[in-house]
């Protein structure tokens, strides 16, 4: 899953923005020396890890030049999935995850040559790491498709890193997720994400927040929704009732008469939003239940209940009644 630029933006942004500092234990989230002038950037050939540590590659931005005349490559940004609870999201979670790290192979020095050979100038290039292809009356610049810009050829690659001169490995990284964050949002951890090539800086690390879905709440932004069934008796005569909130129990008092579909708010009992000064809120959508599996002495309750109320017309049915009139003026 490669991020498209405009996300890249997207994510550095609110990395930047509002109160961060609670993020700083996972590294310094201030810019690292990013990519240089957009329109020269480009996808460099970096594969896509697919060794299933939850990471994948982004791409790398050329940078310029290095003192050999080499190309220099910023690192790939990498970028982490993390699954959190709703609860963890709006209470804030410290981890720690594995990601990705890379030495500087031991055998060859970083050289990626095998020990007591050595790396030669790429002919198809001669060493600049870019090759001109003609197009009709324009000349295009590409990176050179033998020696991937490097400008170099290992004729024998050292056989610890297959050529590569850095070792990669996993490393432990502590994660603080700040309290209200929210689906999709994007912390940054600068410099961790795969080496520069040539001596260009490293990429960064994105962590991506998912929240699995919670059993009892939906959130909207910093409200929270949850459905309350209750009885039928319960709704008719009104009383108290108990409703879970992120932080404990709340209590909502059943006017006589709750209709099905009637909404109680609890005034900040939602999430407090990464930018938000108040708290949302807890919204309680209330479903009224018809019983069901009734016995004969509960049918003989409810048969006794249903004559009392229609000799009294339809006034103890709100809806019913306007309703009666409306079907009636359908068929005039
Ligand atoms: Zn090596
Ligand atoms: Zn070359």
Known sequence: MALTHAELLNAIDLALAGDWAECEPIEALVAAGCGGDDSSSEEFGSPANSDGDGTDSVGAYELGRGAGGQQVYRGSDLSYAMEITLEEAAHGKDTQIRIPSWDICDTCRGTGAKPGTSAKTCGTCNGSGTVHLRQGFFSIQQTCPHCHGSGKIIPEP???????????????????????????????????????????????????????????????????????????????????????????????????????????????????????????????????????????????????????????????????????????????
């Not at 006589?256 to 809120?281: A, C, M, N, W």
Request: hydrophobic fraction near 30%.
């Open 158 to 332: 050292c056989v610890t890193c297959s050529g590569a001169g850095k070792i990669k490995k996993q490393k432990t990284l502590e994660v603080k997720i700040p309290a209200g964050i929210n689906e999709g949002m994007r912390i940054r951890s600068a410099g961790n994400g795969e080496p520069g090539t040539n001596g260009g800086p490293a990429g960064d690390l994105y962590i991506e927040i998912r929240i699995k879905q919670h059993d009892i709440f939906e959130r909207d932004g910093d409200d929270l929704h949850c459905t309350v069934p209750v009885t039928m008796t319960l709704a008719s005569l009104g009383g108290g009732i108990e409703v879970p909130t992120l932080s404990g129990r709340a209590e909502i008092e059943l006017p006589e008469g709750t209709q099905h579909g009637k909404t109680f708010r609890l005034r900040g009992k939602g999430v407090k939003g990464i930018r938000s000064s108040y708290p949302g809120d807890l919204y309680c959508h209330i479903t009224v239940e018809t019983p069901v599996r009734m016995t004969e002495h509960q049918r003989k309750l409810m048969r006794d209940l249903d004559e009392s109320f229609r000799k009294s017309g339809d006034r103890h049915s709100p809806n019913a009644k306007s309703w009666t009139d409306r079907v009636k003026d359908l068929f005039k």
